[in-house]
């Protein structure tokens, strides 16, 4: 219980996705223009990471058994662009204010980096199927952190500070994200994965 412990605050924290992998960056730079588009699309993603990492994690079991693990990426992409159809169907029919707010990052869950990169790493660190899902999950929340914190000093900075012409957009977007990965580095000694 503790080893799952130490995974999930490690993925949130000391091995964050996005500030210390680095993961994610197009669509964590591009909807974090508000704390309530952040949300949405963190949690998107969560979501995302979440369910492909759990339906990927037997199937690559089962292409291990048969011997065909050369298959693993070209599946896991198949399943990841399927679980990110069937959620962008879902929110467009059921939150279509939500659908909107995203415009076309949510379709671009699809080749976002970090939900392949939790796939790979599962692979490559022989997790079960409960210490990938632990695994997922927090790695999940530590990219919704990442967007919500990055989307909340990117407002905060509008409202207190006169930004140089020549920083403004993605170019503060960069300077505020790895001052939180620096920040985020103080968590290293957190679990262990």
Known sequence: ?????????????????ALIFILGMCSLIAVSTSIKNAINMGLAVVLVVTLTAMINWPIYQLLIITNTTNLALLVFIITIAATVQLLEMFIEKFLPKVYNSFGIFLPLITVNCVVLAISLFFMNRDYNFIETTVFALGSGIGWLLAIVLLAG????????????KGLRGRAISFIILGILALAFFAFTGIGSI
């Open 1 to 17: 219980m503790q080893r799952l412990i130490d995974l999930f605050l490690a993925s949130i924290l000391s091995q964050n996705i």
């Open 153 to 164: 000093v990117k407002i905060k900075m509008k409202e207190i500070s006169n930004i140089p």
